[in-house]
């Protein structure tokens, strides 16, 4: 069974900067990419930043040039830097590991609980 926990998440002032992290346990199989999303009140869940197999990464508009999705060299945790923080960055994020159990089977998503993120104005 794979288990996400994230943390890190807390109340930062515009401008300023938080490191979530999430620790990925359990057997993932073949692992097709990592990531991290976002879902704020009233609002669909949307994908912050994303690092592939091939450690290809992928941003959002919005967060470019301020977040970096990284992990360590065994994989088992992901890191979501976030700078510059904006009040528009407000939400519950959340850690998600995409993979297969053997390469042609289809893939599955997992996901952590999440972790507030609140940036005040």
């Known amino acids: 069974q794979v288990q996400l926990v994230e943390s890190g998440g807390g109340l930062v002032q515009a401008g300023g900067s938080l490191r979530l992290s999430c620790a990925v346990s359990?057997?993932?199989?073949?692992?097709?990419?990592l990531g991290w999303y976002r879902q704020a009140p009233g609002k669909q869940r949307e994908l912050v930043a994303s690092?592939?197999?091939?450690?290809?990464?992928n941003y959002a508009d919005s967060v470019k040039g301020r977040f970096t999705i990284s992990t360590n060299n065994d994989r088992n945790t992901v890191y979501l830097q976030m700078n510059s923080l904006k009040p528009e960055d407000t939400a519950v994020y959340y850690c998600?590991?995409?993979?297969?159990?053997?390469?042609?089977?289809?893939?599955?998503?997992?996901w952590g609980q999440g972790t507030q993120v609140t940036v005040s104005s």
């Open positions: 998600n590991v995409r993979a297969r159990a053997w390469l042609l089977a289809r893939p599955n998503d997992y």
């Open positions: 359990g057997s993932i199989g073949s692992l097709d990419a």
């Open positions: 690092m592939t197999s091939d450690v290809t990464t």
